[in-house]
């Protein structure tokens, strides 16, 4: 079964460290927007100049901008043979995102099957955010409090160094939780009442996430 969700939740809810975990398990590619963001400002290009004053601010990119990236992306993993579902990771953020997502899902002939809202207070997320550390080779994301590497900034999986992220500072990490209210979780409502939306208590250390969300995921296949 093809299976295509959305993981949502304000920013360190652990939608990209859930999404790794449950990936493997199903055949599921991730794509997540804040990647292909970050990428673009690796870059050093003059639009990722722009876009990393954006996302330092804590504030969100234009819709088309996120949705043009976001269909180039999915279009490629989609058409590969092995194509089995898709975790969205940071998409939808807004309202109008979500209509292109339904059509952009129409375009590619697939449906989304559920969105999965990991609920967390802004004080945890504050928390984990700021011990938050990622592999600058394959983005395995970790947290030097309760998913430490093996060796102190190194990537257990390829060596890479592990990075703090520019926009994981406490001053923008705050203002990304704020934007989530304010523009993201009236989607909340919005797919609860389209009956394919799943919420869990998202207040919890990484592998009690990861099972809560895998639970779900079960029911899902098995619905
Ligand atoms: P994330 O890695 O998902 O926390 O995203 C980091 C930052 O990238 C966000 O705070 C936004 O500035 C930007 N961003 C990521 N995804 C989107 C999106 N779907 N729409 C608008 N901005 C986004």
């Not at 990647?35 to 876009?51: T, V, Y």
């Not at 819709?63 to 579902?85: H, I, W």
């Not at 998913?147 to 990075?163: Q, V």
């Not at 705050?174 to 389209?194: A, G, M, N, Q, V």
């Amino acid at each position: 079964m093809v299976l295509n969700l959305i993981f949502l939740g304000p920013p360190g809810a652990g939608k990209g460290t859930v999404a790794q975990a449950v990936m493997d398990k199903y055949k599921l590619v991730q794509v997540s927007t804040g990647d292909l963001l970050r990428a673009e400002i690796a870059s050093g290009s003059e639009l990722g100049k722009k876009l990393a004053e954006v996302m330092n601010a804590g504030q969100l990119v234009s819709d088309d901008l996120v949705s043009e990236m976001l269909l180039k992306d999915l279009t490629k993993k989609a058409s590969n043979p092995d194509f089995n579902g898709v975790i969205f990771d940071g998409f939808p953020r807004t309202q109008s995102q979500a209509s292109m997502l339904e059509n952009i899902l129409l375009g590619i002939n697939q449906k989304l099957n559920a969105v999965i809202y990991i609920e967390s207070s802004k004080e945890s997320v504050v928390k984990r955010l700021s011990s938050r550390w990622t592999c600058e080779k394959c983005k395995k994301v970790y947290n030097t409090v309760s998913l430490p590497p093996k060796s102190e900034g190194i990537c257990d999986d390829d060596g890479g160094n592990l990075i703090q992220r520019d926009d994981d500072k406490p001053e923008t990490i705050s203002k990304r939780y704020d934007t989530f209210i304010e523009k993201t979780s009236p989607l909340i409502d919005y797919y609860k009442s389209k009956g394919i939306l799943y919420k869990y208590d998202g207040n919890v250390p990484p592998v009690d996430s990861i099972k809560a969300a895998e639970e779900i995921i079960r029911r899902i296949v098995k619905e």
